[in-house]
């Protein structure tokens, strides 16, 4: 199963921006990477997916390396309600979702 | 639009007992996922239904089962439950599957004792 790996955790001053680290070495062509929050006592949120190209959304921006095998989740200017558990995943359908630890982001008032 | 909806949104059972958990997803969404999240395992796949079969399968006991009806509200059952089954079960529903945005529920925390 293709998994990610990420940093335990991270803290960004609000209003600053925020780049949350994803490395995916093994892969493959067909997967795309998902990116979900998880607020505290709330189920995960769609936050951004992509294939091969940079994507943005009006939450956040996703680039992905050229050779696919890391990818940065960009929040532009963080706010106190970013404070979250983000989840880099992989998906290209079957049965290999996994989710992995995420990245718990503190921001500082 | 409502949102996905779980119940009940609180559990105790005792060992050995079963329980079901049931999922109404966003109306008009066709498939609905099962996710099992522990302090300690995280966040774990455990199946996916479209249009009332099951598409996909995590790596879990037949323990755990599901379905999904013909308005598409899933369930979800664990029988013989064991303290390791203590956790929060999620679903999440989507309009054709995870490579589409999906909506999670707030959850059902199912306590064994």
């Known amino acids: 199963d293709a998994k990610t790996t990420q940093p335990n955790s991270m803290e960004s001053n609000e209003e600053e921006p925020v780049h949350l680290p994803c490395n995916h070495s093994?892969?493959?062509?067909?997967?795309?990477i998902h990116w979900y929050r998880q607020l505290p006592s709330q189920g995960p949120e769609y936050v951004i997916h992509?294939?091969?190209s940079n994507v943005n959304n009006r939450m956040a921006s996703l680039a992905i390396a050229e050779d696919r095998k890391s990818s940065t989740l960009i929040l532009h200017r963080a706010t106190l309600r970013d404070a979250a558990v983000y989840y880099c995943?992989?998906?290209?359908?079957?049965?290999?979702?996994?989710f992995g630890t995420g990245t718990r982001l503190t921001v500082i008032p | 639009k409502a949102g996905v909806t779980q119940t009940p949104r609180y559990l105790i059972k005792t060992r050995g007992q079963q329980v079901t958990l049931s999922c109404s997803p966003i109306?008009?969404?066709?498939?609905v996922s099962w996710y099992q999240q522990t302090p300690g395992q995280g966040l774990q796949f455990l199946f996916e239904?479209?249009?009332?079969?099951?598409?996909n399968k995590g790596n879990f006991p037949g323990r755990f089962s599901g379905r999904q009806f013909s308005n598409s509200r899933s369930e979800m059952n664990v029988s013989t439950l064991e303290l390791g089954d203590s956790a929060l079960y999620l679903c999440?529903?989507?309009?054709?599957?995870?490579?589409?945005?999906?909506?999670f529920g707030q959850g059902t925390r199912l306590t064994v004792v």
């Open positions: 093994t892969i493959s062509g067909t997967d795309y």
């Open positions: 992509g294939l091969t």
């Open positions: 109306s008009g969404h066709r498939s």
């Open positions: 239904y479209f249009s009332e079969t099951q598409r």
């Open positions: 995943i992989l998906w290209s359908g079957a049965n290999n979702l996994f």
């Open positions: 999440a529903s989507s309009l054709e599957g995870f490579g589409t945005e999906a909506f």
